[in-house]
Structure formats: structure tokens, C-alpha cells
């Protein structure tokens, strides 16, 4: 089955970049998502990609993608405080259901 | 508009008590999702709901648990019998179509106890 791994905790300090990596093994994965989670409340999609493309920007968030080693991650540039949050990578492929990472969380230390 | 609006959203519940979470989508959404996430666990997918159907069901365990999308109304996840291990943060999503490049929104989550 489809399996999405991500490191657990990143910590960065305000004003870096944070890069959160994900990884993946479903070959037939379609669309690559980042979510955001913020304590108490559901998911914010950030931005996501089609797999036939290899890196998309948006503002402060790029999303690279390196289908060959199933490879996801997402830069947060100039990160600031109310960033910190967790970080779920999906993927999906035929059915549109999501299949998450176990998130990371990032922490943002002023 | 409001968004996907889940409710209770916190609920306890003794063991061999029912549980039911309900999800009423965004306006226009006909398609309704059911993750589960368990404590420092990823969202699991559990079944994909349209108006009155039930599309796939594969993430949801066979006994215990149901769901329904009724033509009027919020989507409702019940499980019968809670135990323990059914503990976790059971989340909606809805979005306007099939498409993949559509975007699902989700609710705030419901945080199912079992005591």
C-alpha cells in the first residue's frame, strides 16, 4: 500500500528558511499536496503539484518534486512565528483519496 | 459561505457507548471525506461519501463502524461500541467534485474520547 513518511519536528529560527522533506512510494501518485495544521484546528491546503511537474512557487512557499527518488519537500522562506504549525505532505493517485505523512512539526523560535 | 462545519467538537464517551460525529459540508460540496488521526499519527483515509452513497469504504473498518450522506442533512459517522483505541481526531472534508485538482476543505475535527 501507498506509504508517505516525514520527519517529525523541525526546528528553524525566525527569519530562516525551513524545509520540510517528505517521501512517498506510490509510483502512480498524481497530485502531491502540503497541508498545514495549526493546534485545534483541520487542514489548510498550502499548495500542491501535479506530478509532471517539478517545482512550483507561490509567494513565500516553493514545492519541489523529484518523482524519480519519490521525493517531496516544501521551503518556507523568511519563516516567522506564526508559521509554526504541523505540516502534512499527501498524495493521491486514481481515487482521490488522500494519503497522508504523519506530519512534521515545525517550530519557529523567535 | 461558512466552511465544513463538524460537530460535537469534542466528545467523550464510556466504552460500549455510541459515538456519532456529525458533517455538514460546505455549500455546494456533494462530496464528503472521513479521515481519522490517531495521537502522533498521519490522517488516515476512511470512506468517501456522495449524496446518498456510499463510494469507497475502504478505510473504514468493517464492524463497528458506519457512515451515511443523506440527501438532506450532515454526513454522520457513527461507531457502535467504542473502545478505547477508537480515542483520535476524526475529520470532514468536503469538495465540489471528483476532480483532483479540486480542493478538499476541511472541519475542525472532532477529538473522540473513550473513557
Known amino acids: 500500500g501507498e506509504d508517505v513518511e516525514q520527519s517529525l519536528f523541525l526546528s528553524v529560527r525566525e527569519g530562516d528558511s525551513s524545509v520540510i522533506n517528505c517521501t512517498y512510494t506510490?509510483?502512480?501518485?498524481?497530485?502531491l499536496y502540503w497541508y498545514k495544521q495549526e493546534p485545534g484546528a483541520g487542514l489548510q491546503l498550502l499548495t500542491y503539484?501535479?506530478?509532471?511537474?517539478d517545482m512550483k512557487q507561490d509567494q513565500r512557499l516553493t514545492v519541489l518534486l523529484n518523482k524519480k527518488d519519490k521525493h517531496l519537500s516544501l521551503r518556507i522562506a523568511d519563516t516567522q512565528t506564526g508559521d509554526s504549525a504541523i505540516y502534512f505532505c499527501a498524495e493521491t493517485a486514481e481515487a482521490n483519496n488522500l494519503f497522508f505523512g504523519t506530519g512534521t512539526r515545525l517550530t519557529v523560535i523567535p | 459561505n461558512a466552511g465544513v462545519m463538524q460537530n460535537p467538537r469534542h466528545l467523550v464517551r464510556r466504552r460500549g457507548q455510541e459515538a456519532r460525529l456529525r458533517c455538514s459540508p460546505m455549500?455546494?460540496?456533494?462530496?464528503v471525506y472521513w479521515y481519522r488521526q490517531l495521537p502522533e499519527e498521519g490522517l488516515k483515509f476512511m470512506v468517501y461519501?456522495?449524496?446518498?452513497?456510499?463510494?469507497?469504504e475502504s478505510g473504514m473498518p468493517k464492524e463497528r463502524f458506519s457512515a451515511e450522506f443523506p440527501k438532506e442533512g450532515p454526513s454522520i459517522l457513527r461507531i457502535q461500541q467504542v473502545v478505547r483505541g477508537d480515542s483520535a481526531a476524526y475529520f470532514c472534508a468536503s469538495s465540489l467534485s471528483r476532480d483532483l485538482n479540486t480542493e478538499a476543505f476541511f472541519g475542525q475535527g472532532t477529538r473522540l474520547t473513550v473513557v
Open positions: 461519501l456522495q449524496k446518498e452513497n456510499i463510494i469507497d
Open positions: 503539484i501535479f506530478s509532471n511537474m
Open positions: 455549500k455546494g460540496h456533494s462530496h
Open positions: 506510490d509510483s502512480s501518485s498524481t497530485y
